[in-house]
C-alpha cells in the first residue's frame, strides 16, 4: 500500500518548536510535490504547506508564514517541516501527502482535496503548557 509515514509529533509548550517528518512507503518522493496538512479535533483538514518537486519552490498558508519551514531532502526520500512558535490552537494531528498541482494553483486556490494521493496515519502534535 502506498502511503506515507509521518513521525515528530509530541507535547511542547506555547512558543516551542518541532519538526515533521514525512517518509513515504511503497514509492519514492523525488517526483512528486508534497503538501504537510494538519486536523484539529472537530475540524476540517487543512493544507499548511507545499514544496514542489522541481524547483524547490514552496507555498504556506497565511496562518504559519515566517513561523514555518518545509524542505527536503530527496536523498533520504524524507520532507521535513520545521514548524517554530507554536500556538495552542496548532494542536492537531499533521499529515503529509503527494499534491500534485503548481504553486500557482494553490496561490489561486488554495488546497484542494482532489489533488492530494498516498494519506498516512499523521503524527499528533500538542500544544499545551
Known amino acids: 500500500q502506498l502511503q506515507f509515514v509521518e513521525s515528530g509529533g509530541g507535547l511542547v509548550q506555547p512558543g516551542g518548536s518541532l519538526r515533521l517528518s514525512c517518509a513515504p512507503s511503497?514509492?519514492?518522493?523525488?517526483?512528486?510535490?508534497i503538501g504537510w496538512f494538519r486536523q484539529a479535533p472537530g475540524e476540517e483538514k487543512e493544507g499548511v504547506s507545499w514544496?514542489?518537486?522541481?524547483?524547490?519552490?514552496?507555498y504556506y498558508v497565511d496562518s504559519v508564514k515566517g513561523r514555518f519551514t518545509i524542505s527536503r531532502d530527496d536523498a533520504k526520500n524524507t520532507v521535513y517541516l520545521q514548524m517554530n512558535s507554536l500556538g495552542p490552537e496548532e494542536t492537531a494531528v499533521y499529515y503529509c501527502?503527494?499534491?500534485?498541482?503548481?504553486?500557482?494553483?494553490?496561490?489561486?486556490?488554495?488546497?484542494?482535496?482532489?489533488?492530494?494521493?498516498?494519506w498516512g496515519q499523521g503524527t499528533q502534535v500538542t500544544v499545551s503548557s
Open positions: 501527502a503527494v499534491v500534485l498541482a503548481r504553486r500557482d494553483d494553490l496561490l489561486k486556490s488554495g488546497f484542494r482535496h482532489e489533488d492530494t494521493y498516498y
Open positions: 514544496i514542489s518537486s522541481s524547483d524547490g519552490s514552496t
Open positions: 511503497g514509492f519514492t518522493l523525488e517526483h512528486y510535490p
